[in-house]
């Protein structure tokens, strides 16, 4: 008798729980979801048996699962469905199922962050004032820290704010948006978390209030643009915040490479050269979700002497970094795997720096580089722009093209063999 087979059936199904049936009904168990799912060695249930648990209205053995808790929400089975199921949200809605339903504890310290941002209104527990505590070690404050009207509000975001490993993000951005001329403001302590985490344990109901909040402070600084280096908060201030609202936000939103795509165009941003290879990996909110690729390649293609490589998984078929989903608060092995996984596919490649645009993929990708053993630089995209620029200031030219070294003899080829190839820049 099989797993299943042994299954009592279960009493009548809640609304919740009829919803999440319909939305999957369309499901012929392909298996494509588990296939694609870059946690499913972590699950108890791979996403299809899940399925099929809610198919046959199992809800208590469907709620004992991990599978939903291990899911990083990084939208890989979505895209690839050929019935066009939702299945990340369903995921998420069977934690918020979960959470209603009162069926156990949360994973972890699950609840920690979740009455951490009750209380100080961000993930890391910290006092709001704070949050600009990584300006200090730049050489100047820009005065534009203290400004409270603007053309531009950049939203900066609880991990490049308050995590010291991703202070550079930020001290590499403002910088940029001075250089460019830029009039922005930031909101510092008045800045709450945008949320994000909250919905993707299961709290949507949360969301309204941090929506509310950040809309009404983005309002007061009569900014017509909010920029943030963030793609969690730009998912959900780009998605998110009209759904739970139920109107537009007051400005228009970009992520800071779609930003800084169109100050280069614009010609607002000297770029020196940077020689040196690097690969790219896509965020998760920011790509699949998001659907932003080009704007990042651009910028990349944009600095001169720079080497880009793409990994064997990019685009929209990119590999999570593993940091998604709030699992890396309770499943960090799980986490770290998965980021090995990627820092591997970049190592392919030769590259000696892999770039994301992303302050925590940037942390993912370096504790995975580490634990892999791999010497590879985890940097964000912001930092390497910021690089370029100095370069520039600094004078730096592309080094001058070496003479061609003479050719040594090879061993005779055999008959057919291909000639091996260099893997040039895209």
């Known amino acids: 008798m099989t797993r299943l087979e042994a299954i009592r ?15 999957i009904a369309a499901c012929y168990q392909c298996g494509t979801c588990s296939a694609t799912c870059p946690t499913a060695f972590a699950m ?22 991990n599978t939903f808790w291990m899911c990083t929400a990084c939208y890989s089975c979505t895209v690839r469905c050929p019935r066009e199921i939702p299945i990340s949200e369903t995921m998420r809605q069977l934690r918020e199922q979960f959470i209603d339903g ?8 699950l609840t920690g962050m979740l009455d951490a941002l009750a209380s100080t209104r961000n993930i890391a527990n910290e006092p709001q ?38 202070y550079a993000v930020p001290q590499s951005f403002v910088q940029i948006l001075g250089q460019a001329g830029v009039d922005y403001a930031v909101l510092g302590g ?26 009404a402070r983005l309002a007061e600084t009569g900014a017509k643009m909010l920029v943030t280096t963030c793609p969690s908060c730009y998912y959900t201030w780009h998605h998110l915040y009209p759904e739970v609202l139920g109107h537009p936000v007051p400005a228009e939103v970009k992520h800071s490479t779609e930003f800084l795509a169109q100050l280069i165009a614009d010609g607002r941003l000297k770029l020196g050269p940077v020689e040196e290879i690097v690969t790219y990996h896509d965020p998760c909110d920011l790509g699949r979700k998001s659907g932003v690729f080009e704007a990042p390649r651009q910028v990349l293609n944009s600095i001169p002497g720079l080497v880009f490589r793409e990994m064997a998984q990019h685009g929209e078929n990119s590999l999570c970094c593993g940091g998604g ?30 770039v994301s645009a992303c302050q925590q993929c940037k942390r993912t990708l370096a504790d995975g580089a580490r634990k892999a053993r791999i010497r590879m630089r ?12 100095q370069n ?29 190839t260099v893997e040039g820049s895209s």
């Open 129 to 166: 004032e704070t949050r600009l505590i990584w300006s200090d070690n730049l050489p100047e404050r820009p005065p534009q820290l203290e400004k409270r009207q603007a053309e531009v509000l950049y939203f900066i975001g609880c991990v490049g704010a308050l995590f010291p490993q991703t």
């Open 325 to 354: 989903g709030d699992i890396a608060m309770y499943a960090g092995d799980v986490s770290a795997d998965v980021a090995q996984r990627r820092m591997r596919q970049a190592l392919a490649t030769e590259a000696k720096t892999i």
């Open 378 to 389: 985890s940097i964000d995209i912001t930092e390497l722009v910021w690089q370029s620029i």
């Open 102 to 109: 009162e069926v156990g504890p949360l994973p972890g310290p």
């Open 9 to 23: 059936p279960a009493p009548p199904p809640s609304a919740a729980a009829e919803a999440i049936k319909e939305a």
């Open 44 to 65: 108890d249930y791979s996403p299809r048996a899940l399925w099929r648990l809610v198919e046959l209205g199992q809800t208590d053995e469907l709620l004992k699962s």
């Open 392 to 420: 520039a200031q600094a004078g730096v030219e592309l080094a001058a093209a070496a003479a061609p070294a003479k050719p040594k003899a090879g061993k005779p080829k055999k008959w057919g063999e291909a000639e091996k």
């Open 190 to 215: 008045e800045e709450w978390c945008c949320g994000y985490p909250v919905y993707g344990a299961g709290r949507k109901e949360r969301l309204k209030e941090l929506a509310e909040h950040n809309c």
